[in-house]
């Protein structure tokens, strides 16, 4: 019998520090409602020792399984009605963290998520809609970058905002409940990075109501550790979007989708491998790197198995 409260779930790699920050945020926001912090440590550096409150339990993996993988690990050990998925790149405070535990009382709600914003304050572009055969063609011309259209899984929110059915919030601060969450499975662990959050919410979806709070806020760094795994950041987004549409297209636009995410690679493959030659130092280092990533995603349509590209992209 699950209790009445928040069983947040953190998934961390190699980024003790930030999850200390997000744990510290989390125990000056919980006031008085029942909590628990689950972290699951993915990374091959050790934590810290720090003597947390004993209802923050931290589990450390003797492998790296991935983030959703690590969250269904955080699911099966929660004993509160309210899971709360939350990114350790993230700050929350008191009114967002109370505000997502009450909106999971309606009925009809599975899942609610908060605004994100920068740590400056500016908004990110943190709500999609789920991607389409119009937005997948639209990739290959880059043409899928203004919000609020066909041709784009980006939303901006509209001014005066409080509370709005979305599609896809990301999955950076996403409450559900426990057990909705428990019998939907959890995430997806054949995404080990990426898209992870598009399958959940496309799932959960057809449960009942996603809910955006959009006069609740929580601060997201908004990039993380990607930085500084450009490589297998960009073959993960590109590898699980494949996955995720042989999930899920079906009919006509089967075929007509997944070879537009096949040409859509080659293109920003080229384009960023033309403009890396054209920079120097760390620009065309970058550059470079996010190419080899699309590189690596093309071949891995037709060569290579999972295990294979989990060995090499997903190391200690």
């Known amino acids: 019998m699950l209790k009445s409260g928040i069983s947040v779930s953190i998934v961390t790699y190699n980024t003790w520090e930030r999850t200390a920050t997000c744990i510290n945020s989390i125990l000056n926001a919980r006031s008085e409602l029942p909590i628990e912090i689950l972290v699951h440590d993915n990374g091959a550096e050790r934590t810290e020792q720090v003597e947390w409150p004993s209802f ?3 589990h450390e993996s003797a492998s790296n399984l991935g983030f959703g993988a690590g969250h269904n690990s955080n699911l099966r050990r929660a004993k509160y009605d309210t899971f709360l998925v939350m990114n350790p790149d993230v700050a929350i405070d008191a009114g967002t963290l109370h505000a997502l535990w ?3 009382r309606e009925d009809d709600t599975v899942a ?3 605004r994100l914003v920068y740590p400056d304050g500016s908004e990110q572009l943190s709500v999609r809609r789920l991607p389409s055969v119009w937005t997948e063609l639209a990739r290959i011309i880059g043409a899928d970058r203004q919000p609020n259209t066909m041709w ?3 939303v901006r929110l509209p001014a005066g905002a409080v509370v709005l059915d979305v599609e896809q919030p990301a999955a950076a601060v996403l409450a559900v409940r426990t057990d909705v969450m428990r019998r939907i499975g959890g995430f997806d662990t054949s995404f080990p990075m990426y898209f992870e959050d598009v399958d959940l919410c496309a799932r959960l979806g057809s449960t009942g109501r996603i809910v955006l709070l959009a006069d609740h806020r929580a601060v997201h760094d908004g990039e993380g550790t990607a930085k500084h795994y450009r490589k297998a950041t960009t073959f993960w987004i590109e ?3 494949r996955r995720y549409h042989r999930k899920f297209a079906s009919g006509p ?4 989708i997944l070879s537009a995410i096949w040409v859509s690679a080659l293109t920003h493959f080229a384009a960023l491998t033309a403009k890396a030659l054209l920079r120097t130092g760390d620009e065309r280092r970058i550059l470079f790197a996010k190419a080899q990533g699309y590189g690596f995603a093309l071949i891995a349509t037709f060569a290579g198995t999972d295990d294979h590209w989990r060995k090499k992209f997903l190391k200690r």
């Open 102 to 104: 009450s909106a999971l």
């Open 112 to 114: 609610v998520a908060p």
């Open 152 to 154: 784009s899984t980006l």
């Open 56 to 58: 923050v339990d931290v």
């Open 239 to 241: 590898n699980s979007r």
């Open 253 to 256: 636009s089967r075929p007509v």
